[in-house]
T-cell receptor, first 115, second 111 residues
Framework: NAGVTQTPKFQVLKTGQSMTLQCAQD?????MYWYRQDPGMGLRLIYY???????DKGEVPNGYNVSRLNKREFSLRLESAAPSQTSVYFC??????????????FGNGTRLTVT | SQELEQSPQSLIVQEGKNLTINCTSS?????LYWYKQKYGEGLIFLMM?????EEKSHEKITAKLDEKKQQSSLHITASQPSHAGIYLC???????????FGTGTRLKVLA
């Protein structure tokens, strides 16, 4: 049982290049999330998807787009990478609906450097 | 800006010492979660608090949520090097699926 899988683990981009970060979960979870983690900033929510077919902006959505391809997969796209997007990106998934209880399950992260 | 503030930002303690990490929100929390992150890895769920005044313990870690559900503390008793890492509090925004995190506390335990 793999849980939440992110690819790639590492990536170096030049300013202006584009790329897509992939995330897949095999736990039949409803909700999926993308976060970025910068030193001293904790985790900041970029986008989330409460269910298949829906996406919503988080705290820092500018410069990113997402696609909830199906229930398993949630991708994050950088159309024109900037040095300010250098960060560690985490994908997470959640089973329950609106009531609290189940925690988020995290992938191991993608370390992105934009030069 | 983040809605969850953690203090301290970093902490260095001698092995065996007790320590406390705080998480504060300006809004009522709809479920408060504590996670631990080992350096360079993903987050591991520790515990969840939901009710005002609730307290939970796991091994040497105790978490509390105040009556107003706006502040939580994480207390580690007799710290060990294995406790080192980044501790983050997270919370659901009431009525939504939005799940935000605090600024994190980096803990180092000296053997």
């Amino acid at each position: 049982n793999a849980g939440v899988t992110q690819t790639p683990k590492f990536q170096v981009l030049k300013t202006g290049q584009s790329m897509t970060l992939q995330c897949a979960q095999d736990m039949n979870h409803n909700s999926m999330y993308w976060y970025r983690q910068d030193p001293g900033m904790g985790l900041r929510l970029i986008y989330y998807s409460a269910s298949e077919g829906t996406t919503d902006k988080g705290e820092v959505p500018n410069g990113y787009n997402v696609s909830r391809l199906n229930k398993r997969e949630f991708s994050l796209r950088l159309e024109s990478a900037a040095p300010s997007q250098t960060s560690v990106y985490f994908c997470a998934s959640l089973l329950e609906g609106a009531s609290p209880g189940s925690p988020l399950h995290f992938g191991n992260g993608t370390r992105l450097t934009v030069t | 800006s983040q809605e969850l503030e953690q203090s301290p930002q970093s902490l260095i303690v001698q092995e065996g010492k007790n320590l406390t990490i705080n998480c504060t929100s300006s809004k009522t929390l709809y479920g408060l979660y504590w996670y631990k992150q080992k350096y360079g890895e993903g987050l591991i769920f520790l515990m969840m608090l939901q009710k005002g005044g609730e307290e939970k313990s796991h091994e040497k870690i105790t978490a509390k949520l105040d009556e107003k559900k706006q502040q939580s503390s994480l207390h580690i008793t007799a710290s060990q090097p294995s406790h080192a890492g980044i501790y983050l509090c997270g919370a659901r925004t009431s009525g939504t699926y939005k799940y935000i995190f605090g600024t994190g506390t980096r803990l180092k335990v000296l053997a």
